[in-house]
């Protein structure tokens, strides 16, 4: 059986912090090979709806919304779920949808970005957890998520977590084809991971755009929901 390279948790510049079009994802896709991609903008599945209608890879129409908490990722996803509910509430809207809630780092702390402890608290509505962080550093963070998966006998992922065009794919999954959500939780379950870390250029980048935004001045590409590229 052929097996499909699968991006987890990519963002393209309807996320504020990210550069990658949709037009420059969906190149990226057929110049590397990606059958699949699941897009995670942060509370916005605009991006996702975006790639899938240029792109011929199958595109997961997700986002990494903020919760109270910390972050969560929805996949298979109609509808925007709203910002600034407790980590329970986002996970039952997740699943209210029909979509698969994700874990991504989350015992990565830094800007409150992991679940941490609440991670165990919502473990019962969790489908699957991310092992590894391409852009998380820290070994130890990405330890206790292997050892929290493990532990709740969950599935396991790598995630890209891209947001610049310099470094797209440092890891993905190798799964078989899959349709709707059920049979793409179970393709995780038997898939390949290839794990794998963004390099330091690419956190250079990150910051400086960032550090931009955050100062007000005009960043080199369109982002948001209103971007042309």
Request: glycine content about 8%; overall charge negative.
């Amino acid at each position: 059986m052929n097996h499909v390279k699968t991006l987890i948790h990519v963002h393209t510049n309807y996320s504020f912090d990210s550069d990658i079009s949709p037009k420059a994802l969906a190149s990226f896709a057929d110049r590397e090979d990606i059958g699949c991609i699941a897009v995670t903008d942060h509370d916005t599945i605009e991006g996702a709806k975006h790639l899938a209608a240029i792109s011929p890879a199958n595109v997961i129409v997700g986002s990494e919304i903020t919760t109270r908490d910390g972050h969560l990722i929805g996949l298979f996803l109609k509808e925007n779920i709203s910002a600034g509910l407790s980590a329970r509430d986002t996970a039952e809207a997740i699943k209210q949808q029909g979509g698969l809630v994700f874990l991504p780092h989350p015992f990565v702390l830094a800007f409150g970005c992991g679940l941490g402890k609440m991670s165990w608290e919502i473990a019962d509505l969790v489908d699957a957890v991310e092992v590894n962080n391409a852009q998380n550093l820290s070994a130890r963070a990405d330890r206790l998520a292997k050892q929290f998966a493990a532990k709740r006998n969950l599935p396991s992922f790598v995630g890209a977590d891209s947001h610049m065009q310099t470094s797209i794919a440092p890891c993905y999954q190798l799964m078989r084809p899959s349709a709707g959500p059920a049979d793409f939780l179970a393709a995780l379950n038997s898939a390949t991971l290839v794990p794998g870390f963004h390099p330091l250029s690419y956190f250079l980048s990150t910051g400086l755009r960032v550090a931009r935004h955050l100062l007000g001045f005009s960043l080199p590409t369109p982002f948001g929901l209103h971007a042309a590229a």
